[in-house]
């Protein structure tokens, strides 16, 4: 028997396993999908990430941008200098991923992939998991199974509010000297954001309020061509989002959530990458500290994600909360003020916090909610 079982190989899943595996614990980490597997994603990841491993992730950053560009129905175009440490760092999904499955193979952890976890029992002193093939069992479990997974609910968390976001990959018309993109107007609710790649681009979709799923199609297919990006027929690929919606329980007997299956996504920029690891690096923390015999190890964790996470993304719904109410007046009072180019660059690029800057925006903001 292992001593954690990790469901799911995206950027938590294997940072957790990576994680265990690192301070000796036997990891299995259990993964649906044939690997190298896509996710829809635009690919934008935080330069702050590269904090929590110790290898070099260059082979899979497919290009640094360092300009942001903001639109307004692809017209009155606010271009900011990024003014960050390092440039915001541009992957491909199933690259990126697979190489961090890699990493955490490289450090002890066994990975089964086209093995679909179905169901979990807790016997007694640890998890049964059944899946398509053989069960298996551990003492403690990691749920990483993203949004459409089923281990939340299995855990008997409640489900959690989803948007709809979808993603749509351009094998060409922009490369990746661009700057990363962020077209306000065009979707009520949201916005599109359009990411350079060494060989193409990665635009996605999402809505941050109400109900309404937009028809991505029509959408993506009216952007793509208002902005002159010349691609044949539009079939984007929909995956939910679940955005931080304030204070959770993340744990429960023997197991934790991570990643967008603790709904921990950033509600104003959508940005789950970062808070994927992040949480996994402390599940992993966790999970090591109660195999060592810290019987509030568990609890510790779910404060940890709240304290640190959910203090800061309380500050995004706030500002998430005013801004896409009145993107229109929002777009003039704040993303056309230079600095504010250049504070959002530097929270998405991990070197500035929400906490430090969003209270005079969202005062400046409810200013034009009144007037
Ligand atoms: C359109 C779009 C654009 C986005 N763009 C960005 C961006 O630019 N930057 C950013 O930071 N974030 C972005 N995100 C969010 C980001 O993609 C997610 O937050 C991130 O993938 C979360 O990682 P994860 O490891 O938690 O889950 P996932 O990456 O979803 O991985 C979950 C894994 O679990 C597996 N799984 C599911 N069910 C089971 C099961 N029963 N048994 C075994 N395995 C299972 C899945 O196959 C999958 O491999 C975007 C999201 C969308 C939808």
């Known amino acids: ?27 299995l980490v ?11 994603c635009c690919g934008g ?35 900011a200098a990024l003014k960050t440490k390092e440039p915001f760092w541009m992957v491909q999904r199933d690259e990126f991923d697979h190489f961090l499955v890699q990493q955490a193979q490289a450090q002890g952890a066994e990975v089964r ?5 179905k169901k979990i029992e807790f016997q007694g002193d640890r998890w049964q998991v059944y899946t398509n093939s053989n069960p298996v069992a551990a003492p403690y479990l990691i749920a990483a199974d993203g949004t459409k997974g089923p281990m939340a609910a299995l855990l008997g968390f409640k489900s959690r509010k989803q948007q709809m976001a979808a993603a749509l990959e351009l094998a060409h018309g922009i490369n990746g000297k661009a700057p990363v993109q962020f077209e306000f107007g065009l979707v009520k609710d949201g916005s599109i ?18 109900n309404n799923t ?33 204070e959770q329980t993340l744990h429960t007997q023997n197991a934790l959530l991570t990643g967008d299956a603790a709904g921990i996504a950033d509600p104003m920029t959508a940005e789950g990458i970062r808070p994927a690891m992040l949480s996994a690096v402390k599940a992993a923390e966790a999970i090591d500290a109660a195999l060592g015999g810290d019987s509030e190890a568990l609890a510790r964790y779910t404060e940890a994600m709240n304290a640190d996470w959910g203090h800061e993304m309380q500050w995004a719904q706030r500002l998430a909360g005013v801004f896409y109410r009145i993107p ?19 929270i998405m690029c991990g ?6 800057v969003v209270s005079i925006a969202v005062k400046k903001l409810s200013g034009g909610l009144l007037g």
């Not at 649906?32 to 597997?37: F, G, I, Q, S, T």
């Not at 070197?351 to 430090?356: A, E, G, I, Q, T």
């Open 30 to 40: 259990l993964e649906k999908d044939a690997l190298p597997r896509y996710k829809p």
């Open 1 to 27: 028997m292992v001593d954690c079982i990790v469901v799911g190989a995206g950027p938590a899943g294997s940072t957790a396993a990576y994680h265990l595996a690192k301070r000796g614990r036997s990891v």
């Open 45 to 79: 990841v935080s330069p702050a990430i590269a904090q929590w491993f110790d290898f070099d992730f260059s082979p899979v950053i497919s290009a640094r941008v360092d300009t942001i560009r903001y639109t307004w129905k692809l017209r009155d175009p606010v271009n």
């Open 214 to 246: 937009p028809n991505f199609s029509k959408l993506l297919a009216e952007y793509v061509k208002l902005a002159e990006l010349n691609v044949g027929e539009i079939h984007p690929q929909l995956h939910p989002m679940c955005f931080w919606e304030g």
């Open 193 to 210: 954001w359009n990411f350079p790649k060494a060989n193409g681009a990665s635009v996605g979709m999402s809505t941050f309020r109400g």
């Open 351 to 356: 070197d500035l916090r929400y906490s430090d």
């Open 113 to 117: 992939q086209g093995t679909e976890v």
């Open 328 to 346: 229109g007046i929002a777009y003039r009072v704040a993303v056309k003020q230079p600095i504010a180019s250049e504070k959002m660059g530097q």
